[in-house]
């Protein structure tokens, strides 16, 4: 079943452009469509431009992060033309009801030399299905959690995936630099 979603890009004061997708996906499986429509254009600029090309003009909205448009959304996607990440928000109940969007993960639009987890874009013709994660260091297939902490850039706050399996973990920073802790 697919998720109502938002994908666009992030403005600046916390600002967003983005065109709803009543068929989404989850983080994952979403992260995994990007990286392959990467790999189809020279950039993530172009990445952008190609996603709007598909909007209707009525699908394109403005918002902003700490408040969430009056429909019924599950996830909002920014793509990071400059950083070649894309980030995923979470609908959450902040404080007092108010609604907000939450950060729940980031993933790099084109994979460093040092993933920890790779995530399957192939499909059903290879053996893991597409938004499938897997642990390079033990090996385990979807037994990753997702967390945020304090970031130590300073600011705003770090994604890290976390193997059940061999409890490595890679944690990925707002400017999308990414620290591995191998542990099997």
């Known amino acids: 079943m697919g998720q109502r979603i938002l994908l666009g890009e992030c403005l600046p004061r916390q600002e967003y452009r983005a065109m709803y997708i009543h068929w989404g996906a989850g983080p994952v499986a979403m992260a995994a469509d990007l990286r392959r429509q990467r790999t189809t254009v020279t950039s993530t600029t172009d990445l952008l431009v190609k996603v709007f090309a598909t909007a209707d003009a009525d699908a394109v909205s403005y918002g902003y992060l700490d408040e969430i448009p009056g429909f019924d959304l599950e996830l909002l996607y920014l793509i990071d033309a400059n950083a070649n990440g894309v980030t995923a ?93 191998r542990l099997a």
């Open 89 to 181: 928000y979470h609908h959450d109940w902040g404080p007092a009801g108010r609604e907000r969007w939450e950060l729940d993960s980031r993933f790099r639009l084109i994979p460093g030399d040092d993933e920890l987890f790779e995530i399957s874009d192939r499909g059903p013709e290879d053996l893991l299905l597409e938004g499938t994660i897997r642990c390079t260091c033990c090996g385990g297939i979807n037994q990753v959690d997702f967390d945020t902490l304090p970031s130590h850039l300073g600011h705003d706050r770090d994604t890290r995936l976390r193997c059940h399996g061999c409890n490595s973990s890679q944690i990925i920073d707002p400017r999308f630099g990414s620290h591995v802790q």
